[in-house]
T-cell receptor, first 112, second 116 residues
Framework: DTEVTQTPKHLVMGMTNKKSLKCEQHMGHRAMYWYKQKAKKPPELMFVYSYEKLSINESVPSRFSPECPNSSLLNLHLHALQPEDSALYLC???????????FGPGTRLTVL | AQKITQTQPGMFVQEKEAVTLDCTYDTSDPSYGLFWYKQPSSGEMIFLIYQGSYDQQNATEGRYSLNFQKARKSANLVISASQLGDSAMYFCAMSAVYNQGGKLIFGQGTELSVKP
């Protein structure tokens, strides 16, 4: 299995909702990442987990809360988002932090 | 500071011709990796090719090759025999071990359009 899966593919939520994005990989990778991407822009790193511990938080607002329940799963919990948080959210994994990253198909999030 | 520069916001190429996408980088880290990713309109980032800073030979993967010129700090992507399916956004990225903790730094991207 050489892929990263993400659910849901699309998500529409109101500013008062709580939702979660899910990411899964079964490649035995020990580093996992969340990125936010706006149209026609490069991905922006949000969080890095290394060996299931949060190693990098790029000063992301607390309305985004990551969780790594085990080495294969990565969640991103969303609460009280703003319309400007609407974007493509990409998950990625790599063997270790310095190796090439493999990305999932992303979740297109719209905040109303 | 670590930086990736892609100076071509958009490019056109005729089908079956070769095309070069430019990428220059800046880092003081002696150990780093350079990556190219393709992002079609569907959104998924597809890993294409990797070049390590200590690799003596240029990386190749099928129709993709990376023209690595260390002294010039450039890592251009060459796509041979372009196909319609190559139309996408292409991102150059760098990961440096000591100064970035392995974080990927992306360039602004080049949008490639392949004409039939």
């Amino acid at each position: 299995d050489t892929e990263v899966t993400q659910t849901p593919k699309h998500l529409v939520m109101g500013m008062t909702n709580k939702k979660s994005l899910k990411c899964e990989q079964h490649m035995g990778h020990r580093a996992m990442y969340w990125y936010k991407q706006k149209a026609k822009k490069p991905p922006e790193l949000m969080f890095v987990y290394s060996y299931e511990k949060l190693s990098i938080n790029e000063s992301v607002p607390s309305r985004f809360s990551p969780e790594c329940p085990n080495s294969s799963l990565l969640n991103l919990h969303l609460h009280a988002l703003q319309p400007e948080d609407s974007a493509l959210y990409l998950c990625a994994s790599s063997k270790r932090e310095i190796n090439e990253q493999f990305f999932g198909p992303g979740t297109r999030l719209t905040v109303l | 500071a670590q930086k990736i520069t892609q100076t071509q916001p958009g490019m056109f190429v005729q089908e079956k011709e070769a095309v070069t996408l430019d990428c220059t980088y800046d880092t003081s880290d002696p150990s780093y990796g350079l990556f190219w990713y393709k992002q079609p309109s569907s959104g998924e980032m597809i890993f294409l090719i990797y070049q390590g800073s200590y690799d003596q030979q240029n990386a190749t993967e099928g129709r993709y090759s990376l023209n690595f010129q260390k002294a010039r700090k450039s890592a251009n992507l060459v796509i041979s025999a372009s196909q319609l399916g190559d139309s996408a956004m292409y991102f150059c990225a760098m990961s440096a071990v000591y100064n970035q903790g392995g974080k990927l730094i992306f360039g602004q991207g080049t949008e490639l359009s392949v004409k039939p």
